[in-house]
């Protein structure tokens, strides 16, 4: 499985971003797909997630300002992200996980960097 991450940069605080990631899957196939994100000195978060029953999930504090979306015939889920704030500078990770019985595979992209500038 390989996933395709794109779409970092440098943006000033209020403006936006969208990030991509393309897996060399059908998205379907996995339980759940998002992104991820560390940033400095803090440790990996879940940003927002989408399940196969198109159920997405957020954290907090992106809510009403990111929204994930997903592409059935590109096999990409997209991050839009719009009210970006200084604290949003993170290396962000495109995540994608199957399970099947009591196994589960977590499968990676390479990171993108995001940096806000206040």
């Known amino acids: 499985v390989q996933l395709q991450a794109s779409g970092g940069g440098l943006v000033q605080a209020g403006g936006s971003l969208r990030l991509s990631c393309a897996a060399s899957?059908?998205?379907?196939?996995?339980?759940?797909i998002g992104w991820y994100r560390r940033a400095p000195g803090k440790q990996r978060e879940l940003v927002a997630t989408i399940n196969s029953a198109g159920t997405t999930a957020y954290a907090d504090s992106v809510k009403g300002r990111f929204t994930l979306s997903r592409d059935n015939v590109q096999n990409t889920v997209d991050l839009q992200m719009n009210s970006l704030e200084p604290e949003d500078t993170a290396v962000h990770y495109c995540?994608?996980?199957?399970?099947?019985?009591?196994?589960?595979?977590?499968?990676w992209g390479q990171g993108t960097l995001v940096t806000v500038s206040s």
């Open positions: 995540n994608a996980r199957r399970v099947v019985d009591v196994y589960k595979a977590d499968y």
């Open positions: 899957e059908s998205t379907f196939s996995f339980n759940v």
